[in-house]
């Protein structure tokens, strides 16, 4: 692993704080199970990236237990968790990261006039008050404290320099500047950046760090100016996830530094292969597709449609790429195997493909592998990413899709004949709908009874082709718990059922953990 360092002295260092977990999961919609974000956490922790922000642990119950457990399996990265300024918030995060190899505890005031005067009716002295009380208290915990002024680009500059020298003194180590409304265009962040490092004494004796959103589509930009102007921490999301038009993409940011090396001489520590494997791991994981176009990750990002570039390329890539597929690790998708492909060479390819599969989940793939063999005559890369990550998500719960059976065309209304297994029992029944998916989802209503909600109903077909696999998403909701399936087949009906019934059973555990939670946090 790449040694990370936090030496703010290492002066072309740019340290990546992923928020992912934290900022990214107050996507309306993309709560994630516990295990999802374990498995998220485990692949930022090997790309490289330096913090990782788990939560917000005195928001709930699930909150503080998730930013636990993502301490416990991170090797290498800061494990970091937010919150505000009163002491209930600081001793919960120091509780929840007990057992980080490297924990930072994150806590943040507003500090512009229209929040401290409506958000927190506070005067500027008593925050400045609870800016020292919180920093400090934090460094009861950790040394390793951030501090953000929240709304910062709208605070006036006397009383921001004031807030941020009185952090460091108190024991900040990161001082983070956020674009919480994601107003700032890059010349004025950039100045903001600059006029903190030229007026504050102290200032040296912090690593200034970035966190900007993405409203106007500047969160990137902003964020390379804040780095073109001294920050050496850059927050943000794989995909860009976040609240409204989310935060700084990662993936942007990362290779913008990479590839413009001769107009950002500056460094991470990530792994950049592992970029599409996350983006898709958190693209599956909360149902946001990512846009076609978007950099980087998107599915057009390397595709190359008209015959001027088409022609270009052929004689040299480097005509319209500035950077190759591969190095963000987007293989080009290639064949992999067909029906008489034999258990090693399945075994090799899941684990060039990132997954560490027991004995026993490579015995289930390897069998439905050589189903999906029979019925699909070319097997792709992303069929088998969609085959695991399809098991993974089908073999828990009480639950199992058994048999479907679906009558629909022009005549008459569509039917469903669907058999499940409800904790060790078949039962069948006959349902009708608007369509065959409509239908499908009543049957399984009828089998298991329940209240939930369907707020997400999603098909996107894994590769080209009438033979494609469909992976389908299905997103429910009940009294305020948000669950998301997932289930991959080259029947779309059948992968509806299975990502329906993966939704159902995650709601079902859910119900069982459901103690009364804190209030989520602001």
């Known amino acids: 692993m790449s040694q990370h360092h936090t030496d703010p002295q290492d002066a072309n260092r740019v340290l990546i704080f992923d928020t992912t977990l934290r900022d990214g999961e107050q996507s309306p919609g993309a709560s994630m199970t516990l295990e999802e974000k374990l498995q998220i956490a485990e692949l930022l922790d090997e790309m490289g990236v330096d913090i990782i922000e788990a939560g917000f642990p005195v928001a709930s119950n699930g909150d503080f237990e998730s930013v636990q457990s993502v301490s416990r399996v991170v090797k290498n990265a800061v494990v970091c968790g937010l919150a505000r300024a009163g002491e209930k918030d600081i001793d919960r995060a120091g509780e929840a990261l007990r057992d980080a190899k490297r924990p930072r505890i994150h806590t943040f005031i507003s500090t512009s006039p229209v929040h401290m005067k409506h958000k927190l009716q506070m005067e500027p002295k008593e925050v400045l008050g609870a800016v020292i009380s919180s920093v400090t208290r ?259 719960g009480d639950i199992q899709v058994v048999a479907l059976k679906i009558v629909c065309g022009t005549e008459g209304p569509p039917e469903a004949i669907l058999t499940l297994n409800i904790a060790g029992e078949d039962k069948t029944v006959v349902a009708t709908g608007d369509g065959p998916v409509d239908a499908t989802f009543n049957a399984i209503g009828q089998l298991f009874p329940h209240s939930a909600h369907l707020q997400l109903y999603q098909v996107h077909a894994v590769t080209e082709g009438t033979d494609a696999q469909a992976e389908v998403s299905v997103r429910l909701e009940e009294d305020g718990k948000t669950v998301t399936g997932r289930g991959a087949e080259t029947d779309t009906l059948v992968a509806s059922a299975r990502a329906y019934v993966s939704a159902l059973n995650k709601l079902v555990v859910k119900r069982k953990k459901s103690a009364p939670e804190a209030l989520r946090a602001s």
């Open 138 to 396: 934090a460094r009861n915990w950790t040394d390793n404290v951030e501090w953000s002024p929240e709304d910062a680009t709208r605070t006036e500059h006397d009383y921001l320099c004031a807030c941020v020298e009185a952090a460091i003194k108190a024991g900040a180590t990161t001082i983070n500047i956020p674009d919480t409304v994601g107003y700032s265009v890059p010349e004025e962040y950039g100045a903001l950046i600059a006029m903190l490092r030229n007026r504050v004494p102290n200032i040296d004796k912090a690593v200034i760090s970035t966190h900007c959103h993405n409203d106007l589509g500047l969160a990137v930009a902003n964020s390379l100016a804040g780095v073109a102007n001294g920050a050496r921490q850059v927050e943000c999301t794989i995909n860009g996830m976040g609240e409204r038009a989310g935060n700084a993409a990662l993936e942007e940011l990362v290779m913008a530094l990479k590839v413009r090396q001769d107009a950002m001489p500056f460094d991470t520590g990530i792994k950049t292969e592992l970029i599409a494997r996350a983006s898709k791991l958190v693209s599956t994981v909360t149902a946001f597709p990512v846009q076609y176009n978007k950099a980087i990750v998107g599915q057009n990002a390397f595709a190359h449609e008209s015959g001027i570039h088409q022609d270009g390329m052929l004689k040299n890539t480097q005509t319209y790429e500035i950077m190759t597929p591969e190095s963000v690790g987007i293989s080009k998708s290639t064949l992999v195997m067909g029906k008489h492909s034999g258990r090693h060479a399945f075994r090799n390819k899941v684990a060039e493909l990132g997954y560490d599969l027991g004995q026993n989940a490579v015995e289930d793939a390897f069998r439905r592998f050589k189903d999906l063999a029979d019925k699909k005559k070319h097997i792709f890369d992303d069929d088998i990413v969609a085959l695991v990550d399809d098991g993974i998500s089908a073999g828990e």
